[in-house]
């Protein structure tokens, strides 16, 4: 651990908590607010817990907000979205490791898991570097669809409840839970498979996966095209496959507000109410949906049919449609 110290975080910590507001000329109660925004304990005022990298991490940070170029709260905010992305991305590439020994050398859990750590070392640079592009990539991709959207919005954009127009639906696994107590460890290449394909037809489509949520994807398109063809493609490329469970899926379009990675709206809700009532193998969509889908504004190819009225929590009684691309 020593050793991984050296290389991760520059040496053992060697500094506290008033050192570090000290040393920067800000309030002790900011470092706490930096360390748990970070997704971190908080540490006694003269508890030895920080590096010199940390240091300088949390200088940069106060600086930017003593600038006046963001505010304490935002600053939190950024903290909170990379330490919990940073989170997730090393718990996966972790379990992808230990996984793949696992797998090649015939290691059990324990086994693979202290040959990771041995040679994790290795793997840094690339791993590093591999972030660093990937964030570019996305944060490049992410602007050129903003700026696309701002240009295209009208004088009454700003009269909307929220900000964003998207298409949007859930797809999950019919039956899950009461096939998951007899499917063992089947289970676990049960989901991979299930996330893999799903994550696999969303992109080839054009979309984004927002989440995954066990048995269910979240999924999310910047237009009706993109996203007709998103959901349509999905459900298609997961009822091929024998080895993934039914699935069902919902589609609606509508506006919503994204935080922290996710997206919220009353869109949202209401295809999580609809994917619980779609029958296996369709797409359940809504009334104001399925006009614009009939009204050709999401292209042509497709096929509304009507589906009995139901009453979802929330939303009173809703008359969903059926939603499929014409086989010809």
Same mark, same amino acid.
């Given at each position: 651990m020593?050793?991984?110290?050296?290389?991760?975080?520059?040496?053992?910590p060697?500094?506290?908590?008033?050192?570090?507001?000290?040393r +920067?000329?800000?309030?002790?109660?900011? *470092?706490?607010?930096?360390w748990?925004?970070?997704?971190?304990?908080?540490?006694?005022?003269?508890?030895v817990?920080?590096?010199?990298?940390?240091?300088?991490? /949390?200088? !940069?940070?106060?600086?930017?907000?003593?600038?006046?170029?963001?505010?304490?709260?935002?600053g939190?905010?950024?903290? #909170?979205?990379?330490?919990?992305?940073?989170?997730?991305?090393?718990?996966?590439? @972790?379990?992808?490791? $230990?996984?793949d020994?696992?797998?090649?050398?015939?290691?059990?859990?324990?086994?693979? %898991?202290?040959?990771?750590?041995e040679?994790?070392?290795?793997? *840094?640079?690339?791993?590093?570097h591999a972030?660093?592009?990937?964030w #570019?990539?996305?944060?490049e991709?992410?602007?050129?669809? @903003?700026?696309?959207?701002?240009?295209?919005?009208?004088?009454?954009?700003?009269? %909307? %409840?929220?900000?964003?127009?998207?298409?949007?639906?859930?797809v999950?696994?019919?039956?899950y839970?009461?096939?998951?107590?007899i499917?063992?460890?089947?289970? $676990?290449?049960?989901?991979?498979?299930? =996330?893999?394909?799903?994550?696999? !037809? $969303?992109?080839?489509?054009?979309? %984004?996966?927002?989440?995954?949520?066990?048995?269910?994807?979240l999924?999310?398109?910047?237009?009706?095209?993109?996203?007709?063809r998103?959901? +349509?493609?999905?459900?298609?490329?997961?009822?091929?496959?024998?080895?993934?469970?039914?699935?069902?899926?919902?589609?609606?379009?509508?506006? @919503?507000?994204?935080?922290?990675?996710?997206?919220?709206?009353?869109? @949202?809700?209401?295809?999580?109410?609809?994917?619980?009532?779609?029958?296996?193998?369709?797409?359940?969509t809504?009334a104001?949906?399925?006009?614009?889908?009939?009204?050709?504004?999401?292209?042509?190819? /497709?096929?509304?049919?009507d589906?009995?009225?139901? =009453?979802?929590?929330?939303?009173?009684t809703?008359?969903?449609?059926?939603?499929? #691309?014409?086989l010809d």
């Open positions: 020593a050793g991984y110290e050296d290389l991760l975080l520059g040496g053992r060697s500094l506290t908590a008033r050192e570090l507001a000290e +920067t000329g800000t309030p002790l109660g900011r *470092v706490d607010e930096f748990l925004a970070m997704g971190f304990r908080t540490v006694g005022p003269d508890e817990a920080f590096t010199v990298r940390d240091l300088e991490a /949390y200088g !940069a940070w106060s600086t930017l907000i003593d600038s006046g170029a963001i505010d304490l709260a935002t939190r905010s950024l903290l #909170r979205a990379q330490s919990h992305i940073s989170d997730r991305l090393a718990l996966w590439q @972790v379990e992808a490791l $230990v996984e020994v696992a797998r090649r050398q015939d290691l059990d859990d324990t086994q693979a %898991r202290r040959h990771v750590l040679n994790m070392g290795d793997r *840094v640079d690339f791993l590093e972030l660093v592009y990937s #570019r990539r996305q944060l991709s992410l602007i050129a669809r @903003v700026d696309h959207e701002v240009t295209q919005r009208g004088p009454d954009s700003g009269k %909307r %409840r929220f900000p964003l127009t998207r298409s949007l639906g859930f999950d696994m019919v039956s839970t009461s096939s998951s107590t499917l063992g460890s089947k289970l $676990v290449g049960l989901i991979e498979r299930f =996330e893999d394909a799903s994550r696999t !037809a $969303v992109t080839a489509s054009g979309g %984004r996966v927002v989440k995954m949520i066990g048995d269910a994807v999924f999310i398109a910047d237009d009706l095209t993109t996203g007709l998103v959901v +349509t493609s999905l459900i298609e490329a997961l009822g091929a496959d024998d080895q993934i469970l039914p699935v069902r899926a919902s589609f609606v379009r509508g506006d @919503v507000f994204s935080r922290s990675g996710d997206v919220f709206g009353p869109p @949202v809700n209401l295809a999580s109410r609809l994917v619980d009532i779609a029958p296996e193998g369709r797409i359940l809504d104001t949906t399925a006009a614009a889908i009939a009204g050709g504004k999401g292209g042509s190819g /497709y096929h509304l049919e589906f009995p009225s139901a =009453e979802l929590r929330g939303f009173g809703v008359s969903p449609y059926l939603l499929a #691309r014409d």
